[in-house]
């Protein structure tokens, strides 16, 4: 009997290893946001200190792991083997449940996850307790299984979690903003050394010592100390800090937001780790606590309550930092959670970016309805005071030159506030030992900051509400799915044993490879497709050595585009026909986003250079013509083999086999014209306009001979004209676009481009 639970802790603990892998990819989008879209420091730099951070608050988060033991249910109602089975499906259901949120690159709460899984397996087996037991139990008597008060208190401080972080976020980013405006830097100096003493002083003060408290490496004088002079240490801390902050911009010349941000980032990371690791390892150490319980008694695993879960537990410091070290590693090495990191960042994004969320109906109304209450509060507001905000908020006109590559997401002083107000709220719920959700209060926090900064304008507005609440929307979905997964879980492990045991530990580790190897499968894909560029350049000259990447690109993908069709039909392969279809649809969108630059481009140009926006309007519009050509052949091709229609014959296969040979030659031709940049050879290829012209023409013409005489399929004569007419659309598109480049194109003029700032 005793061999199971061997089993069961073995496989608790590399399932909190992977679990630690999942969550850190997960909420590495907590701490690394506004560092990275800030762009503050180069990306070595936020990593490192970033793990510095995770390593030292994994060491003071021993106390949080009481959660895991008695936050949610009153273990000493539970059997040992009920305890087990309870702890057993929380770890199982959590680890597949964050991997399928990471896989969506959407970032979800690891403590929703990890309370209402608990919430859910708890629940389940004291139903089952009741419903078997002879005791005259009935379900009103479940409250006694589950620590409600707790419970309670953690939900509502998940759900209040929400409108605190981002109101105060939005507070005190907009009061910010009024005092130092987006000139900041041209400010006088006593200002950035205020804002450094009070935001350094609110990071340190929450971080060390209210944070670090439950540190089992504390002394017990040292926290007698900070406990009895907090006060003192505020007003102390303010001070030296605001004294050496106006040094250090002084006489150092640095730049002082960029240091709140580097300790910011450390200490949210501090604060991270010391909430959140009782998230990934809570539960396999209670699992052990409650092993090493059972294992010193005489009794069965049936008939031991886990009354010693009750009691306060320090976690060993070795566990503790083992797990840190994990995830720093996850950190480093995950490509998930750059993926998560991305969707919070283009959230908040000052400028326009491609939009990642649809807009629904709630989202316009909300929207609205803020417009309308805004429209109605400004009559109130004196119009000095107006001009005197609208000047504090206006942006200097410098940004519009940067390269979108470099450009921040958003700027130094909203980066700052952004990791005061988070780690200031995770680090006060951590004192409490309540386990916030450092998702919710970052995600929401960066929200209410872009909102107080003017970021969510009139053309983005009603994306960035939807994708909030697609965001929330999620978290709520994981909490019913946490619940109610955890709940079958504990059902399958209670009456199916180590069967069930086996079985569900497998089928995890089947999704968990099976997610890992899609997920890069579709990264190698991503990056074999080079997406396509914006251009920054400001002149045509420029334009047409800037774009030839592009060109190259769309002609590669639309060669292979074209190919998968004409094979597609020649197999009646639907398989094929379907990736080809997301292809070109993924391909049409990304030329639409070029499109949709074309107002940053026009602004980056200079006074003489105007006809390059001619030129690049013209290129753009030709790409759209090719990739229209290309999806109506993809879609016509799709729409016929998912009918069932009849297959093409074997002569019109054999035709469509010539033109694609032809169009292979062609494409593969232009292709390296532009990715090599040799220009001059556009002329050869612009000579073969007459060849590919009698080329489609005659097939249209063989195929008009077979239906006159032979045809008897009016889909597949309708799909095969489509296909040719859609081919010479196509080739059309591809004449124009060379013609464009091959009169633009002069070597005797030096290309101009936009240069931006040196990467670091």
Not at 10 to 29: E, M, P, Q, R
Request: proline share 2%; aromatic share 10%; glycine share 4%.
């Amino acid at each position: 009997m005793e061999n199971i639970y061997i089993y069961m802790l073995v496989a608790l603990a590399f399932l909190a290893v992977a679990d630690l892998i999942v969550g850190v990819s997960n909420d590495a989008v907590n701490f690394l946001n506004s560092a990275i879209g800030s762009k503050a420091v180069s990306f070595k730099t936020i990593m490192i200190i970033a793990s510095l951070g995770v390593a030292v608050g994994a060491l003071s988060s021993s106390g949080m792991m009481e959660v895991a033991r008695k936050g949610i249910f009153n273990p000493g109602e539970f059997m040992f083997d009920e305890i087990m089975v309870i702890f057993m499906a929380v770890m199982i259901t959590d680890i597949l449940l964050l991997d399928f949120f990471n896989t969506l690159g959407l970032p979800t709460s690891t403590t929703v996850s990890i309370v209402f899984e608990l919430l859910g397996a708890s629940v389940c087996i004291a139903i089952i307790k009741i419903a078997s037991e002879d005791n005259g139990q009935t379900i009103l008597d479940l409250g006694n299984y589950i620590n409600n008060e707790k419970a309670i208190e953690i939900i509502l401080g998940i759900l209040l979690s929400v409108l605190v972080a981002f109101s105060i976020g939005a507070i005190i980013q907009y009061i910010s903003r009024l005092l130092l405006s987006f000139n900041f830097a041209n400010k006088p100096k006593f200002y950035g050394a205020i804002f450094s003493g009070f935001a350094i002083t609110s990071i340190l003060y929450f971080i060390l010592i209210k944070g670090v408290k439950n540190a089992s490496f504390m002394s017990s004088d040292i926290k007698a100390l900070i406990s009895d002079n907090n006060l003192a240490l505020i007003g102390i801390s303010f001070v030296l800090f605001t004294i050496i902050s106006m040094a250090l911009i002084q006489f150092f010349k640095l730049n002082i937001y960029k240091i709140i941000i580097v300790v910011g980032t450390f200490a949210l990371a501090v604060a991270f780790a010391g909430n959140d690791l009782v998230n990934f390892i809570g539960v396999p150490i209670a699992a052990y606590n409650s092993y090493e319980a059972w294992s010193l008694s005489a009794m069965l695993p049936t008939n031991f309550p886990m009354l010693a879960l009750s009691e306060p537990v320090a976690t060993e410091p070795y566990l503790l930092l083992i797990a840190g070290l994990v995830m720093v590693l996850t950190l480093w090495f995950s490509s998930k959670a750059k993926a998560v990191v991305k969707t919070s960042v283009d959230l908040s994004r000052q400028d326009q970016v491609n939009e990642r969320f649809e807009p629904n109906f709630l989202s316009r109304n909300i929207v609205r309805l803020t417009i309308n209450a805004s429209t109605q509060f400004n009559t109130l507001i004196p119009e000095g005071v107006k001009a005197y905000i609208d000047k504090q908020f206006k942006q200097p006109p410098t940004l519009a030159v940067v390269r979108a590559k470099d450009k921040p997401a958003f700027d130094l002083v909203r980066a700052s506030v952004n990791l005061m107000v988070a780690s200031v709220l995770i680090s006060i719920a951590t004192s409490l030992k309540l386990p916030l959700s450092t998702t919710y209060v970052t995600f929401m926090v960066a929200m209410g900051t872009s909102l107080a900064d003017r970021a969510w304008g009139a053309e983005s507005a009603v994306y960035r509400v939807a994708g909030v609440l697609n965001v929330i929307g999620g978290w709520f979905f994981t909490a019913l799915s946490a619940f109610v997964a955890a709940a079958i879980m504990a059902l399958l492990l209670y009456y199916g044993g180590a069967y069930a045991l086996t079985a569900l530990l497998v089928l995890a580790i089947v999704l968990l490879v099976k997610n890992y190897l899609t997920h890069s499968k579709q990264s190698k894909e991503l990056k074999e497709e080079f997406t396509l560029q914006k251009a920054e350049s400001s002149s045509t000259q420029g334009v047409i050595v800037e774009s030839a990447s592009n060109i190259a690109n769309v002609v590669r993908r639309g060669n292979k585009i074209y190919t998968s069709a004409v094979n597609g039909l020649a197999t009646h392969n639907l398989k094929v026909l379907k990736k080809n279809k997301s292809q070109i649809d993924k391909l049409s969108q990304e030329i639409d986003d070029l499109k949709g630059n074309i107002y940053y481009f026009i602004k980056n140009l200079e006074d003489p250079s105007i006809n390059a926006s001619n030129f690049y309007i013209s290129v753009l519009d030709y790409l759209q013509d090719m990739a229209q050509s290309l999806t109506y052949i993809s879609n016509a091709s799709y729409k016929h083999v998912n009918n069932n229609h009849k297959k093409l014959k074997f002569s019109q296969i054999k035709e469509l086999k010539d033109v694609d040979t032809h169009m292979e030659g062609l494409l593969e031709h232009t292709r390296n014209v532009f990715e090599t940049e040799n220009f001059d050879d556009i002329g050869v290829i612009l000579s073969k306009k007459p060849q590919f012209t009698r080329l489609v023409t005659d097939k249209i013409q063989k195929q008009v001979e077979r239906t006159r005489s032979e045809e008897s399929s009016p889909k597949n004569t309708t799909l095969y004209f489509s296909f040719l007419l859609e081919t010479k659309d196509l080739l059309k598109a591809i004449w124009g676009l060379l013609e464009e480049y091959h009169d633009a194109h002069d070597d005797s003029v030096k290309p101009a481009t936009v240069n931006g700032p040196e990467e670091e």
